[in-house]
């Protein structure tokens, strides 16, 4: 069965840091592209980031040069530090696998996990 996880949510102050994790399980890991994406409330989902072993990570322009993805494959785990927070990244994160080569494209993804909140407060 495939399954994502996803921890390390809460509340930080504006400027801040947190470092979500996303725990994959039932799928060659090393074969699938790991996205991260958000949801504010009343908002769509917007991807934050994706991974894959074979290519430089890629990041949203709301986020490029504060949030950083990195995998480890040897735990099947994903991580995305998130530097600098602002009240505007506040939302739930969720992390999604699809197919290295489908990339981290949004209505591709096959598989989800139920995701963590990020609450930042100004």
């Known amino acids: 069965e495939v399954q994502l996880v996803e921890s390390g949510g809460g509340l930080v102050q504006a400027g801040g840091s947190l470092r979500l994790s996303c725990k994959a399980s039932?799928?060659?890991?090393?074969?699938?592209?790991i996205g991260w994406f958000r949801q504010a409330p009343g908002k769509e989902r917007e991807g934050v980031s994706c991974?894959?072993?074979?290519?430089?990570?890629l990041y949203g322009d709301a986020v490029k040069g504060r949030f950083t993805t990195s995998s480890d494959n040897a735990k099947n785990t994903v991580y995305l530090q998130m530097n600098s927070l602002k009240p505007e990244d506040t939302g739930v994160y969720y992390c999604?696998?699809?197919?290295?080569?489908?990339?981290?494209?949004?209505?591709?993804?096959?598989?989800w996990g139920k995701g963590t909140l990020v609450t930042v407060s100004s």
């Open positions: 999604a696998a699809a197919p290295k080569q489908i990339l981290c494209s949004y209505d591709l993804m096959q598989a």
């Open positions: 039932g799928f060659a890991f090393e074969d699938y592209a």
């Open positions: 991974i894959t072993s074979d290519e430089p990570p």
